[in-house]
């Protein structure tokens, strides 16, 4: 299924617009910058995203969602802020501070504000929902994100606060033989 209309204007526009900085600041510091990928895969809270790593050409991600229903901040403040990552690191090296002096001034050569977080309002559904894995102590049945339940399957272990038993998998037995009516 393709994009809306307006969606596809709005994502060509923040390409194009990536563009010109990258153009800008090539004239600038006299130096190639690597044309970045562009995605508008990201969820959640982030506006965007730039991956950088060495020998390659970047990547930045933009949040759909908050191009859609912020078109005009996001295009002027948000496209600015993630392609100054990437010249940035390309102009300064990789050693520099994600948001430091380097950085604020590639942001000032663009003519955008030097902020960190956006002031964008996203919705409560916009923000992603863990999933959680029952896991028990001596006391009771704890909820694990998905995110702890992939570290304690590599290894690592939480521990009850109230009890300080070792969390172990699935849910509390007094618990589950409630649920099961025995």
């Known amino acids: 299924m393709s994009a809306p209309e307006p969606d596809l204007a709005l994502r060509r526009e923040a390409i194009a617009r990536g563009r010109r ?11 190639p910058i690597p044309t970045p990928e562009i995605r508008f895969d990201l ?3 982030a506006a965007g995203q ?11 991600r933009y949040n759909d969602r908050l191009l859609r229903d912020n078109p005009a901040e996001f295009l002027a ?14 102009v300064f090296g990789p050693r520099i501070r ?40 001596a006391c009771r049945t704890h909820a694990l994100t998905s995110i702890r339940h992939n570290r304690v399957q590599r290894g690592q272990r ?10 172990r998998p699935g ?3 007094d618990e589950a033989a409630g649920e099961r009516g025995d």
């Open 50 to 60: 730039a991956r950088i790593a060495a020998g390659q050409a970047g990547q930045i």
């Open 43 to 45: 969820r959640g809270q």
């Open 98 to 137: 994600p948001h430091g002096r380097e950085w604020r001034a590639v942001m000032a050569l663009f003519g955008a504000p030097p902020q960190r977080c956006h002031r964008f309002a996203v919705a409560r559904d916009a923000t992603r929902a863990l999933p959680r894995h029952p896991y028990h102590c």
């Open 77 to 90: 403040q948000t496209v600015a802020h993630e392609v100054a990552h990437l010249v940035a690191y390309r």
């Open 171 to 173: 849910a509390h037995p």
């Open 21 to 31: 900085l990258l153009a800008l600041a090539e004239r600038h510091f006299r130096c």
């Open 158 to 167: 939480y521990f009850c606060r109230a009890c300080g038993q070792a969390l």
